[in-house]
């Protein structure tokens, strides 16, 4: 590594800020990657407990993808990951869009604690040259939870707030000879707001992408996410295939049934959800299950796997299942005495079927108190994108708008609607969500709405 690259990664951190180390340029190893060729990557120790400095510390890892030397630096732009337990490489496979939308921006992705190449809950279990990588095997479970619960200490600092005050820490050394973006999608805009409460971070901009609902709700929480989807789901139908849905549902036996993912109809339509193009599909799979030919539902059951994969989330790069139970049921669980009898009753009359109340009632983690910081809004913010789609079946919609209500009272907030648009709009609605974050940046007007152009 040169002097000047390596000099650039070490101002990603200044040594100077208190309670962290110095940090530590490394081999990104996977810069073989077109989009993420000149990578530069390093690891900074923070403490596990920031209010502890002397105790424990924990490795965080970040990377940098410097903007095109063919335009001017305009400043950089940190990309914050969602989940729970997504690692920055999640964001990976949409490097160039995000590269079009920030152009003159270099590129800040970090790993949050519990996630990708930054430390564990579970570092025996979760290490990359364990028997499944940092996922987990079967009898590797075991082992997990019950050091979750022996050390409930280091367990429960792998919070929204601990991971909130490492983002300061690495923001506060951001360059500042241009201007400093702070970008969120899904989970992420929780912990990005949770850090401006936290830190009082200086950023110039901040774009939330699919901005969760409220944290204080009892109306869009993880428990009730199978009444989102089924609302999602029906809204995008037209009556007569709904209709024709519901009779569908009441096939008791039919040769196509062997042919449905996981042999659930209803969670597989659910999952169609996230990628609108497979999504727009299902009244013709109906149409064509009900008169007993199953070829479009198996080919789009190929699709949506070919889909998952491109997502850049398989190997050590799957999220942190440890972290997002941990999270989802100290956090983001407005019911923890949910009950299986409740989650199936609630799910009896759904055309559309989420796992994750279940899950919330099989976790066994443990769980951490909720602190003085949930469910408060910054004091004051940015300038302030938030992009959403009205088909979004992860956040809610409505939970979006409700929010960004509340957030307008602390500075200026637009809200821009992409219409039909699903979850992450880099991956779904790449046109809008370019267009709409580069007329932010250059303090243009941003549309209202838009529509995604449809693939020919």
């Known amino acids: 590594m040169g002097r000047s690259v390596l000099w650039a990664v070490l101002l990603l951190v200044s040594p100077m800020i208190a309670n962290a180390s110095a940090p530590r340029a490394l081999a990104c190893e996977d810069d073989a990657s077109t989009a993420l060729g000149g990578s530069q990557c390093a690891t900074v120790d923070v403490p596990l407990r920031h209010a502890d400095p002397s105790g424990e510390h924990i490795t965080l890892f970040l990377r940098r993808i410097p903007a095109s030397a063919d335009l001017p630096r305009r400043g950089e732009v940190w990309l914050i990951s969602g989940g729970p337990g997504e690692s920055g490489a999640s964001l990976y496979p949409l490097i160039q869009t995000y590269q079009r939308a920030f152009p003159g921006f270099d590129l800040v992705i970090p790993d949050h604690r519990g996630t990708g190449r930054s430390s564990r809950i579970c570092p025996v279990q979760e290490a990359r040259d364990s028997p499944e990588g940092t996922g987990l095997a079967g009898a590797e479970w075991g082992p997990c939870i019950g050091s979750m619960y022996a050390n409930l200490q280091r367990t429960s600092a792998f919070s929204i707030t601990e991971a909130a ?14 201007q400093v973006l702070l970008y969120g999608v899904s989970y992420g805009t929780q912990l990005a707001l949770r850090s401006l409460q936290v830190n009082g971070l200086s950023v110039d ?5 699919g901005l969760v609902p409220p944290e204080a709700t009892e109306t869009w929480d993880l428990s009730r996410r199978t009444a989102l989807v089924d609302q999602v789901g029906r809204r995008s ?3 007569a295939s709904l209709e024709r849905y519901r009779r569908l549902l009441t096939v008791k036996e039919a040769a196509w049934q062997t042919d449905v993912p996981g042999g659930d109809l209803r969670r597989f ?3 169609l959800l ?3 193009t497979l999504r727009d599909r299902i009244p013709q799979i109906v149409q064509q299950l009900s ?4 070829r479009l539902l198996v080919a789009t059951a190929k699709d949506w796997s070919a889909a998952l994969a491109r997502l850049g989330q398989g190997g050590n790069d799957q999220p942190a299942l440890p972290l997002v139970m941990l999270i989802a049921a100290s956090e983001n669980n407005a019911r923890p005495e949910l009950s299986l009898d409740t989650v199936n009753e609630e799910a009896r009359d759904a055309l559309f079927v989420s796992p994750i109340p279940g899950l919330l009632v099989a976790g066994s983690v443990p769980r951490y108190p909720r602190d003085a910081w949930f469910g408060k809004t910054p004091h004051t913010l940015p300038r302030t994108l938030i992009v959403h789609g009205t088909l979004d079946p992860n956040t809610a919609y409505e939970g979006a708008k409700e929010h960004a209500a509340t957030l307008g009272r602390s500075g200026p907030v637009t809200f821009h609607t992409v219409d039909r648009g699903a979850h992450l709009l880099p991956l779904v609605a790449p046109s809008c969500f370019v267009a709409a974050v580069g007329n932010f940046i250059d303090g243009d007007v941003v549309s209202e709405r838009c529509a995604e152009p449809v693939p020919e």
């Open 291 to 294: 008169e007993g030919d199953s």
């Open 274 to 276: 996230s990628f609108p």
């Open 205 to 209: 901009g901040l774009i939330l992408d």
């Open 165 to 178: 005050q490492d983002l300061g820490i690495l923001m506060s050394a951001a360059d500042r000879s241009g």
């Open 269 to 271: 339509f659910a999952a």
């Open 237 to 239: 139908m037209d009556e």
